[in-house]
C-alpha cells in the first residue's frame, strides 16, 4: 500500500531540490509554512504533530529544509509533511500541503463493512497502525 494524501501524491517520491522549489514558491506567495510528523496517517487524521513553530520569518527554502532534515532524522519512521498556509482569505486556508518521507513498510488499511438494513452497506477504514500503541509504531 502506498498513502496518497495531500498535493503530488500520486507523483513520485519529490528530491531534496523539487521540496526546496515548492518551498521557495510558497515563500514567494507569502504562505506561512509549517512541518508536521504522525505516525497515524489516517485520511481523517488532520491533526498531526507539529514540528517546532510555524515559520513565518524565512524568505529563503534554506531554513525550512533544515528543518525538515531535522524532523525526518529525528522520526525516521513516522510521515513528514509540510504545509502552507494562504493567509488572504482572513482565516487559516491550507494553500499547499505534501509529504516529503514516510516510513519504508507503509501497513495500510483496513477496509471494514457492515451491512444495515435493506441491505445497505457502509463502509469504513481502520489503519493498520493503530493495532500497535503510538509511539511504537514504525519501530525496528
Known sequence: MYLRQGTFSHLPELTDAEIGAQIRYALLNNWPVSIEYTDD????NVY????GLPLFDLDEPDGVLAEVDACRSTFP??????NAYDASYGRQTTA???LVQRPAD????LL?????EDRRQH???RSYATDVRAGARYQD
Open 112 to 116: 471494514l463493512r457492515t451491512d444495515t
Open 96 to 98: 499547499l500541503s505534501f
Open 41 to 44: 496517517p489516517h485520511p481523517r
Open 123 to 125: 463502509y469504513g477504514l
Open 77 to 82: 519512521h513516522c510521515y513528514v509533511r509540510v
Open 48 to 51: 498531526w504533530e507539529m514540528w
Open 106 to 109: 507503509e501497513p495500510g488499511f
